[in-house]
């Protein structure tokens, strides 16, 4: 029993002495990190110092420099006027000269609508002569070829070339090519016939020609 109470004596006595130990430990680590923390706040104070004054400087710095680009800008300013004035003037001389290109473009287009005019008017007056010329040649002469109608034509559409035919006649025969030439395509893409009724010295007869044939009534 005796030792038994000597042995808790000694257990008890070694946890007091651990639990001193431990506290003074602690104690230590507060006291440490008090002071790490203190040391820490008075870098970040002289940090912010730091940054503080950086600012400053730095605005200083762009005064300065706003207060010497000044004058550069209003040369860059009026440099920037001078070509945009010159490339003005360029552009209006280019336009004025693209107006002088249109005018006589528009001068052609009229000369040339005047010009078809006059052709168109030319042809309508050699066809009217032809038509003289036969008439007077029926008056004088009676005539024994004499086309009673005629058609360009294809499956679907048909023109009445009739005139057009009676107005190349000469001499009792009619010499052309069945063409489009004749009045116009009736329908393009398509196969064109020419059908011509006729009389010649009094009888009655129909020939009919396809597109690109040689068109001689009476037949030599």
């Given amino acids: 029993m005796k030792a038994n109470s000597v042995m808790l004596s000694f257990l008890g006595a070694g946890a007091v002495v651990g639990v001193a130990i431990c506290l003074a430990v602690e104690r230590q680590a507060r006291l440490r990190l008090g002071e790490e923390n203190k040391a820490l706040r008075q870098q970040v104070d002289q940090m912010a110092g730091l940054v503080a004054e950086n600012e400053r400087l730095s605005n200083l710095v762009a005064q300065a420099s706003r207060s010497q680009s000044r004058p550069d800008e209003r040369l860059k300013a009026q440099s920037l006027s001078d070509e945009q004035s010159l490339e003005l003037l360029r552009l209006r001389g280019e336009a004025g000269a693209l107006r002088e290109q ?110 690109g044939d040689l068109v001689i009534i009476p037949g030599e």
């Fill in 102 to 211: 249109s005018k006589e473009l528009e001068t052609l287009r009229e000369e040339n609508r005047q010009a078809r005019a006059a052709l168109e008017s030319g042809h309508k007056t050699q066809n009217a002569g032809h038509a003289a010329t036969a008439d007077k040649g029926a008056a004088s002469k009676e005539s024994q070829f004499q086309i009673l109608r005629a058609e360009y034509w294809t499956q679907n559409a048909r023109l009445d070339v009739t005139e057009e035919l009676r107005g190349r006649i000469l001499d009792d025969k009619l010499k052309a090519i069945a063409s489009n030439n004749i009045k116009g395509d009736p329908e393009f893409g398509q196969t064109k016939h020419l059908t011509i009724e006729y009389s010649f010295a009094g009888v009655t007869m129909t020939n009919e020609f396809r597109e």
